[in-house]
């Protein structure tokens, strides 16, 4: 079964205004309609409501989706949350946030909570050095992370406290 996006046609065609709209803007509107999406991925209606707006074949529009590894065409966790593992942050503790984590997720790295909110993976550098350990929610990091600030990041998120 399709989830589809959250947004009405009329929100999208604002994203797609907002960002361009035209075929040479077209990454950067596909990418904030996938942010806004509230699954964090391109549905088969948006696809084609951009290929209309920005007059492109939509079988276009969808290679593009497929080609690039940071647009999705199957829905995602609400919120990925990505660790940082590179060399500074594996030593202020990554492999501790992670384990963090699945205890307080009930899943491992790669998998996405039953309800659909939660899924978190490795990544590498974000540039937070100084704050690590790190976890990064769409272009915000937090740093300094332990399991208490981590609960109250997981339970802000799920409120809606922090808009993602």
């Known amino acids: 079964m399709e989830i589809t996006s959250q947004l009405t046609a009329e929100e999208k065609r604002a994203i797609i205004r907002d960002n361009g709209g035209d075929k040479e803007h077209l990454l950067a509107i596909l990418y904030e309609l996938q942010n806004a999406s509230g699954y964090n991925y391109i549905d088969e209606e948006t696809a084609a409501l951009v290929a209309e707006?920005?007059?492109?074949?939509?079988?276009?529009v969808y290679d593009i989706i497929t080609f690039y590894a940071m647009l999705k065409t199957e829905p995602k966790a609400r919120y990925v949350l990505k660790v940082c593992n590179s060399t500074p942050c594996h030593f202020s503790r990554s492999e501790e946030i992670a384990q963090i984590l699945k205890e307080e997720l009930g899943v491992g790295i790669g998998?996405?909570?039953?309800?659909?909110?939660?899924?978190?993976?490795?990544?590498?550098?974000?540039?937070?050095?100084?704050?690590?350990?790190?976890i990064k929610v769409k272009d915000t990091v937090y740093g300094n992370l332990d399991r208490?600030?981590?609960r109250q990041l997981l339970a802000d998120l799920r409120s809606g406290k922090r808009n993602q």
């Open 111 to 134: 998998e996405t909570t039953e309800d659909g909110v939660f899924a978190y993976h490795y990544i590498p550098c974000v540039g937070a050095c100084d704050i690590g350990p790190v």
């Open 148 to 150: 208490r600030k981590i």
């Open 53 to 60: 707006e920005v007059e492109m074949n939509p079988t276009r």
